[in-house]
């Protein structure tokens, strides 16, 4: 027999594969910053006691076997379930685009201290959002800082190109910001309003509690959503589907 001992470790739930009949593949997102793919073993419609704490988005501690190939949830205990984003399809959904983003920006055996404490605020915070234009600011807010902190921070200050210190355009392209000669070159370059401009600012700057209470209007919350959607999109080179979703609602 070998000699791989249980461990425990806290985690958020980010994904679930079917595994044949009764199984859950868990992607979660660890303490550690770390990604984590387990089998949680007879989860499925409710065979487990432990079933509920392996839920999308729950917040768990559990006890890990290593295994050959994957390792084993044996347990799980609640930290926080999140309960409140149940509640509401919304919530749900612009949970789901925190989750989609979490796994593309954590990596197994890779620890960031980071990763695991934001997405966790974000879900709290998120829990008590009870209109759309705060769930959009929020899960523009959570992109935006995740990318930031992976080494995708945009330029908002002076133009991504040349330097000018007034630009009123926004290319993804181009990696942020850009003057009027500038965008003239870029096919992607869109014109922003010096409001929009201070929005994307504070989406990196301000805390998630600062932003529920912030006062902000649809049109303003969609337009960042929008742009956090197409800056993830073209940083990660991948599809976002939740995102996506999450626009559509
Ligand atoms: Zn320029």
């Known amino acids: 027999m070998g000699s791989l001992r249980s461990y425990r470790a806290k985690g958020i739930v980010l994904d679930r594969t079917v595994l044949g009949e009764h199984d859950l593949i868990l992607t979660l997102l660890l303490e550690s910053g770390e990604q984590l793919r387990a089998v949680a073993k007879g989860v499925r419609k409710g065979r487990s006691?432990?079933?509920a704490r392996c839920d999308y988005f729950c917040e768990s501690d559990f006890l890990i076997t290593p295994g050959k190939k994957l390792d084993i949830?044996?347990?799980?205990?609640?930290?926080?379930?999140?309960h409140a984003l149940g509640v509401s399809p919304e919530k749900v959904s612009a949970a789901a685009a925190l989750?989609?983003?979490?796994?593309l920006t954590s990596f197994e055996e890779s620890a960031d201290p980071f990763l695991h404490p934001i997405l966790s605020r974000a879900l709290t915070v998120l829990e008590g959002a009870d209109d759309q234009p705060?769930?959009?600011?929020?899960?523009?807010?959570y992109a935006f800082k995740v990318l930031a902190h992976s080494g995708w921070r945009p330029e908002l200050g002076s133009c991504a190109i040349c330097g000018d210190e007034d630009p009123l355009y926004l290319s993804d392209s181009?990696?942020?910001?850009?003057?009027?000669?500038?965008?003239?070159?870029?096919p992607?370059?869109?014109?922003?309003?010096?409001?929009?401009?201070?929005?994307?600012r504070s989406l990196i700057s301000?805390?998630?509690d600062e932003l529920l209470n912030a006062q902000i209007d649809d049109e303003t919350a969609l337009f960042l959503l929008g742009r956090a959607?197409?800056?993830?999109?073209?940083?990660?080179?991948?599809?976002?589907?939740?995102?996506?979703?999450a626009l559509s609602m």
């Not at 949830?73 to 999140?82: C, K, P, R, Y």
């Not at 181009?174 to 009027?180: I, M, N």
Request: a negative charge.
């Open 49 to 51: 006691r432990i079933s």
């Open 73 to 82: 949830i044996s347990d799980a205990a609640t930290v926080d379930a999140h």
């Open 99 to 103: 989750c989609e983003l979490a796994a």
């Open 134 to 141: 705060h769930r959009d600011l929020i899960v523009a807010a």
């Open 174 to 186: 181009a990696g942020g910001l850009v003057c009027k000669s500038c965008a003239d070159t870029l």
């Open 188 to 200: 992607d370059a869109e014109p922003v309003s010096r409001s929009q401009v201070g929005w994307l």
């Open 206 to 208: 301000l805390r998630f």
């Open 229 to 245: 959607h197409s800056w993830a999109a073209s940083t990660l080179s991948v599809r976002l589907k939740a995102m996506e979703f």
